[in-house]
């Protein structure tokens, strides 16, 4: 049988609405599938077939230990994405990379965390009625902004 580890975060299992139907929906196919926080240093990650990673939101604040966390499940098992595409990903500079490529990007104000700051001034050099504000290690949530022209910065 399939065993599939659903990696999260601990604070993130309440927050993740696809989390419990894809767990009973891998159960009801017949595939052995687990709910694991990713920082949890009781799992033996070799136990599984495969690791998708789901929502494991709370790396930005522990980056070196996540990275290094991908370097040991990689090793052990199949993740999914690839260690390769995950540390690329946690750098969100990747979306100008995507944007130059032809993808469509929502517009995004790169800022680095000791700078955070309101993308409003963004928003009227640019002529945009919306913009993000991503710290660029950032992977969601308190992190990121949506400001708009009227937006005031808390």
Same mark, same amino acid.
């Given at each position: 049988?399939? &065993?599939?580890?659903? /990696?999260?975060?601990? %604070? ?5 609405? +696809? =989390? %419990?139907?894809?767990?009973?929906? =891998? @159960? ?22 495969? %690791? /998708?990673?789901?929502?494991?939101? +709370?790396?930005?604040? &522990? ?10 499940? !990689?090793?052990?098992?199949? =993740? ?10 946690? +750098? ?19 800022? &680095?965390?000791?700078? =955070?700051? !309101? !993308? ?22 308190? %992190?990121?902004? @949506? ?8």
């Amino acid at each position: 049988m399939t &065993r599939i580890a659903l /990696v999260t975060a601990a %604070a993130a299992r309440n927050l993740d609405e +696809d =989390l %419990a139907p894809l767990d009973t929906a =891998l @159960r009801k196919a017949g595939i052995d599938s687990s709910l694991v926080d990713w920082d949890d240093a009781s799992i033996d990650w070799a136990r599984f077939d495969l %690791a /998708v990673l789901r929502s494991t939101w +709370d790396y930005s604040t &522990r980056l070196a230990e996540f990275l290094a966390w991908i370097d040991r499940v !990689s090793a052990a098992t199949t =993740l999914l994405n690839p260690r390769e595409v995950v540390r690329w990903n946690t +750098d969100k500079h990747y979306l100008a990379e995507l944007a130059k490529a032809g993808a469509v990007v929502e517009p995004v104000d790169e800022a &680095r965390p000791q700078s =955070l700051h !309101s !993308s409003t001034s963004s928003c009227e050099v640019c002529g945009l009625s919306r913009t993000f504000t991503r710290v660029s290690g950032c992977g969601g949530g308190p %992190a990121i902004t @949506r400001p708009s022209r009227s937006y005031t910065p808390p």
